[in-house]
């Protein structure tokens, strides 16, 4: 047994995602894109039988009827089910499998069972398939991606498993580029330890130390009460902390009534907007302009629009107060409302994207806000438009790699968008915002 220094099993998945896949067909959906199980079994005859669990060391050859099902807790490989395709492997305690090859993309299913998703892990080699926590019987805790993880308490035995050893890190961040100093002109991304070239707009200087001047994300009680975080609360006060909610959609200055939203949501939000306008206070290639908030949810919890008798999202997204519509921050533009960052018209038509790069993005200023919205360990997905993607995606690695951030983002970055359409609905209508989810705090602060 092993056990290491802190660390957080958020940061341990990881790998550069293209898209999490988290998207149903709207692109905005509520339940993160996890699949149901058919059935509670399967096919392994497996009822947690536990008779060989613990002491046997490889020697004995399990029966295939006592293995444990992914998100079992275990010590020795050898206990956990698996297929020819997908090894059964112990996980820091707890039953995965192996992917059948390197994860296609962070969170892809094609390399796991259907029921897992495939990520990376820092510190341990290969790609590991992570249990779905309700597909599954999670005897570990649940991540905010919906998979089971094991908890920081959790550990096996390193004789009998490759997947032992904690990473360690500080804070419960794993930083890979701890021991590497790279060349000059080059950063080292934290994402894949490897250094990169430095971008030439990346701004320059270093960090002012923001945290005591912003607020925090899980001012809130997960349980409920009189500080529910999952209480509908219209976004107050209008405006401050670096954003704006102005009257959009058909809302006027006295009738916001598309701009309600959960209180952990709203808190993330003013805390993110908080915290980009202090670091980016000294960049002087655009001076901060409060950032744009659009739609989120109606008082009751619809989606805005119903009171009109015009939903303006499809079913299933903007319920409940988990999603925003925001602004991206802009270059040149009098006020970072909701436009349009790009070209977006073809022949006459438009084409709800970007049909060319962006040419009005702040691409730092959004890079740091998304970023640091990945301060709460239960953000689901952000989207945005196919074109703006990768380029946060890189500017976020050079953030990471100067120090201007050092939570999830820099290992796992939960940002969504299609350069293709793939109908996870990305593909359009993010050309003038980005749209952010929350997942709710089931386990607590
Ligand atoms: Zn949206």
Known sequence: MRLSALFSLCLLACAPPTNTGDARVNGEGDNGGRQQAPGDNNGNNNNNNVDNNGNNNGNVIPDPNDLLDPGSKCDCSSECWGTDDNPGICVLGLCMQAAAGDCSESGSRSECDGRSRCWGAEGLSGSICWPDANAYDCEGSTDGDGSCVPTAEDSCDSSCSDFCVRSEGGGG?????????????????????????????????????????????????????????????????????????????????????????????????????????????????????DLGLGDMSERDGSIPGTREGRPGHPPGTHTNGHDMDIAYYQVGQRNNWLRSVCEHVENGQDQYRCTADPVILDVYRSALFIGRLHDTPYLRVIGVDGKVGPLIRNAVAQLCGAGWL???????????????????????????????????PTNGW
């Open 406 to 440: 050092r939570n999830s983002a820099c290992s796992r970055l939960k940002l969504a968008y299609e350069v293709e359409d793939q109908g996870q609905g990305w593909y359009r209508f993010h050309h003038h915002h980005l749209h952010i989810s929350l997942s709710a």
């Open 173 to 289: 961040d794993v930083n890979r580029c701890d021991s590497i100093t790279c060349p000059d002109g080059q950063l080292c991304d934290p994402s894949s330890g490897q250094c990169i070239e430095t971008d030439q707009n990346l701004p320059a200087g270093s960090p002012p130390d923001c945290e005591r001047d912003v607020p925090a994300f899980n001012d809130c009680d997960p349980r409920g009460g009189a500080n529910s975080c999952a209480e509908l609360i219209q976004f107050n006060p209008v405006r401050s902390l670096g954003y704006w909610d102005y009257p959009l959609n058909g809302e006027t200055v006295n009738d916001q009534y598309r701009s309600w939203a959960r209180r952990d949501l709203m808190l993330l939000i003013q805390r993110a907007t908080a915290a980009t306008q202090c670091l980016s206070e000294d960049w002087d290639y655009q001076a901060y302009q």
